[in-house]
């Protein structure tokens, strides 16, 4: 991978099918909101999910969801705010975090279910 941007959106396609395989409704992805973004957008048992994808290579800086500080997690709740109103959404909503290690060829998903409120 090149860039940041690659990265980023492999990570995201993998997350893509993670949620896919466990029978996740994926009903957008990169929902925007000025320039604040939502990775996906999904929904599983009546449950609007909020999902924040980070992608590592190796742990050096940390755990790929570590960096999901509390800055990120208002502007994705801020984002989220905007989505359920224009779609007046009336119903569960959850906040997960899905974090993907790569490390050598072996792929590690861990799936962080209401990892914020």
């Known amino acids: 991978m090149e ?3 690659e990265k980023g959106v492999f990570g995201e396609n993998l997350a893509i099918t993670f949620l896919k395989n ?6 957008a992805t990169h929902f925007k909101f ?3 973004e939502i990775d996906i957008i999904a929904i599983e048992n009546n449950c609007l999910i909020f999902i924040e994808v980070k992608f590592r290579k190796n742990t050096t800086f940390g ?4 960096s999901v500080n509390l800055k990120k997690q208002k502007n994705i709740k801020e ?3 905007h989505y ?10 959850r906040f ?3 974090a993907i290690l790569q490390q050598k060829n072996k792929i590690e998903y861990f799936h962080i279910e209401d990892a914020f409120y």
Request: glycine residues 6%; without cysteine; charged residues 25%.
């Open 3 to 5: 860039n940041k941007i």
């Open 22 to 27: 466990k029978n996740y409704q994926i009903i």
């Open 34 to 36: 000025g320039r604040k």
């Open 63 to 66: 755990f790929p969801e570590e």
């Open 79 to 81: 984002v989220a705010e």
């Open 84 to 93: 359920i109103f224009l779609n007046n959404w009336i119903g569960n909503i």
């Open 96 to 98: 997960d975090i899905i």
